[in-house]
Each structure stands twice: as C-alpha cells, then as structure tokens.
C-alpha cells in the first residue's frame, strides 16, 4: 500500500487519522499507531511481518537489558548485550539483503556454482534495523534511557509514514511525542496535508514521467544513443531520483506532522550544493547523519593516534558501507567508493580551494560529478558504464539511431524543466513571499494546493501508481 496509492489515501489515511484522534490520549494511541503501522505492512508485505515483530520485540527487550546492566553499573553484560542484539539486526539485514551477493562472490572465487534462491527483500528492512540498532547504541552510550512501555517502542519503530523509505530517526527525535501524544492540532492538520500533497506532487507529476522517459532511455542500446538523448536520460533521472525520494518524505512528514511528529528533514536543496561534501550534507541528511554518529565519530575516536590520512581513510570507510547499504550490488559498491574517493580529496584541501572559485564554477563542478555518480547508480551493468559515457560525449554521432524523436519523449521535455524548477528554493520562495505580501494569500497558496491534489488524484487514475525508487533498498 504505497502512499501515493488511492486505497491510502483515501481509505487507510482519513480512518487512521479518525480512529487515532477519536480515542483517548495516552496509550491508547500509541496502541492504535503500531496497530495501524502492523496492518499498513501486512497489507504490502504479509510473508515479512512476523520478522517486524520479532525485531521489535528483540530491540525493546535488549534495550531493556542494557539499561538494567547500565543501572547496576555492570557495564560489561550490557556490552555483551548491545553486541549481540546489534549484530542480530545486523544478521538479519545481510542475510535478506547480502546472502545472493555473497554467494555470487564466492562462486566466482571458488569456481562452484552455488544454487541458492535468494530470499524476498522485506519492505523498508534497510530503514527499521537502521532505527532499532540507533536505539539500541543510545542506551548503551546512556543518550537515551530504556523504553518500557512496549507500545511506545513499537510505536517509535514501527511508525507506518517512515517504515518503508524513512526518514530514519532516533528514538529521542519521538519520544516526548510518544510519551504525551499531542491533542488535536488544526495547523499541524493542515501543514501536515500540504506537505503531504506537495510530496504527492512531486511524485506523481513529476518523477513518474521522467520515470516512463528514463526507463525508455536506460533499455535501449546504449552504443546507438545519441548524445542529446544520453545527456536528457541523466539528467531526467538525476531529478527523478531526487523528487521520487524526497517526495516521499515529503509524504512521510506531513502524514507525521498530521499526528503531531515533527520527523526530521531528509533532503535540503542538494542540487544547489557547492561542492560534494555540500552535497551529502544536503542528500538522505538522515542517513549521513546515522553513519556520521554511528562509524565515522567512533572511527575518529578509535583511530585518534593514526595521524596520517585518518579522516580520509575513515570518510572512504563509511561511504563504501553507504554505497553497500543502497544494494547488494557492485555498482552502488563503487557509486559509494567514487563519492568517498571525491570527498577524502575535498577534506585534504580541495574544498579549500573550491570556495575560492566563482560559485558558478563551484555549481558546474558539483553538479557534473553529481550526475557522473548517478550513472554508476542507475546502470547496474558495469560494462555498461563506458558505452553510456562514450554517448555524452558524441562518441556515436556517426551511428546514433536512438533519437528523442524514436523514443517518443520530446513531450517530457517541459517536466524536465518543470522538475528543474522544483528542484530549487524558487516554489517555496514565491509561496512564503505570496503568504507574508498578499492579504488573502494563504488562500491562493491552499487554492494552488488543492489544485495539485486534483491533478495528482487524476494523473493516479489515469495511470495508476508506480512504487518509489527506495522501496528496493
């Protein structure tokens, strides 16, 4: 049951959202959030829901017992205990999402074809085992104090908007909401919904075409594209990527806000970023953030003696795991080397001299290296890589056969520049600016909103809906 789905939006979300503010405070909706958070992933993946439970139960029991040997100040049984109860969520993440992959690698060493069947990829098992193993590091390193009310917890890891796609959180970013769920909020109400439907917008309008136009692109020969038709597949997907997935929190946090959650901003205009390291400041901020207070601090301070190269070998660490997490694949292997490589060369200097430059070179450079990465994202086919690149740069102009014109995709040149434009701060600006300068503005600002629903709504109907890029990882 995607977000963007009729049966959500129409069904699940308005019955949730009654059914939620109907009952008393307190625990009755915590019960009824994990309650609904269990239904809305049976509903979309019922073979994987008893691994849900099973994590959150081991998770919410482990956190009970490291805080037990914290307050006994037996710091060693609770260090057995976070060690165990991490690497159980860790086992559980490498043997759904890794065990094909490994076995591919050792094939390949050993010569022996291993028949294996690899198994289905539970929804959104990359994001809650993140959630849980951020909940089970606090407590032991006594930044938060164990839950003890189970609802509470299942509540927090569990919560349906950020279950499948995040943003991931920590459990002291929800729990003072969890603890005293807040009253009925007319402007969380509405702020909720217009952040929901400007999500549903970015998604449905905009990403989903480019989606039909990069999915012609990206299955056809790549050694007969024409440049022009290489250069729109980039950059289609370099803004299809970005308005599939930052819709979605978009979604996510307004259906968040619709409860009384404030959930953390994941995205922040990364195309308007100045150099690389900018830019992972600004893409998925609450997975940098994770890795960020996770490995790479612990990293520093386990290494804090090594002096040579130690950031930049521990920057090359933490983003070769980030291209890992993205998919048991070789291309997001490297696509996460390629980004670490680029951002250990701007910690030893580069980013000095970048700021230096014109911001407009400071653009040009990003964005180029941007868009070169995400051919190594999209294009799992590594053989593949050189044969596209060659197409950027005219390599086939004598032989080009795919054409804007074959592929029938002129017509999604005004998205590109429509997505183009949602991918910068000028929507927003111009929404504050009509609110704070019009006397009836917040008016024309709903009215335009509405306006995006109904189109939105249409576009569904017309087309149905298509699932969003980051529900694979």
Known sequence: MPLSSLHFIFIFLPVFLALYYILPFGLWRNAILLTGSLFFFGWADPKNLPLLVLIILLDYISGRIIGSGLDRGDRKSARNAMWISVGINLLALVFYKYTGFMADILSNISGITLDYEPNPLPLGISFFTFAGISYLLDIYNTAEKAEKNLLTFGAYLSMFPKLLQGPITRFGQMRNELVNPPRLNVEDLSEGARRFIAGLSKKVLLADPLGVATGKIFSADFSLLSGSVAWFGLLAYTLQIFLDFSGYTDMAIGIGRMLGFKLPENF??????????????????????????????????????????????????????????????????????????????????????????????????????????????????????????????????????????????????????????????????????????????????????????????????????????????
């Open 268 to 473: 922040n205009h990364p195309y308007i970023s100045r150099s690389i390291t900018d830019f992972w400041r600004r893409w998925h901020m609450t997975l940098t953030a994770w890795f960020r207070a996770y490995l790479f601090i612990p990293l520093e301070f386990a290494r804090k003696r090594q002096k040579f190269m130690r950031q930049q070998s521990n920057i090359l660490i933490v983003f070769l795991l980030t291209g890992l997490w993205h998919g048991a694949n070789w291309n997001f292997i490297i696509w996460g080397v390629y980004f670490g490589v680029i951002l250990a060369v701007e910690a030893s200097g580069l980013g000095k001299l970048l700021k230096k430059l014109p911001v407009f070179l400071q653009h040009l450079y990003t964005l180029a290296l941007i868009m070169l990465g995400w051919v190594f994202f999209r294009i799992e086919n590594t053989a593949d890589w050189a044969p596209y690149i060659n197409a950027l740069f005219g390599s086939n102009a004598g032989q080009a056969e795919v054409t804007l014109r074959s592929l029938n995709i002129i017509f999604y040149v005004p998205i590109l520049i429509l997505a183009a434009v949602f991918s910068t701060r000028l929507f927003s600006y111009v929404a504050n600016l009509v609110q704070s300068k019009l006397k009836w503005g917040m008016i024309g600002v709903d009215i335009l909103y509405l306006l995006l629903f109904i189109l939105s709504i249409s576009a569904i109907l017309a087309k149905g809906f298509t699932v969003f890029l980051y529900a694979q990882f």
